[in-house]
């Protein structure tokens, strides 16, 4: 497999993974895990953007 698709793949896996935290801290008002989900959720999309720009550089 590929880095770039790797980087794709792990980025939307936080991206789900921060909305699930996201949810689960509002769920629960607990604002330091709502928090915790929006910081991964952006780490996810930065990752997955990343995979992006090196799959156009690959080629």
Do not use: C, Y
């Not at 980087?7 to 604002?31: F, I, S, Y």
């Amino acid at each position: 497999m590929d880095d770039s698709l790797k980087d794709q793949v792990k980025g939307k896996m936080h991206e789900v993974k921060g909305d699930l935290k996201e949810k689960a801290g509002r769920a629960t008002n607990n604002p330091n895990l709502v928090e915790e989900g929006q910081d991964e959720s952006i780490a996810g999309t930065v990752q997955k953007k990343v995979g992006q720009i090196e799959k156009v550089f690959e080629k």
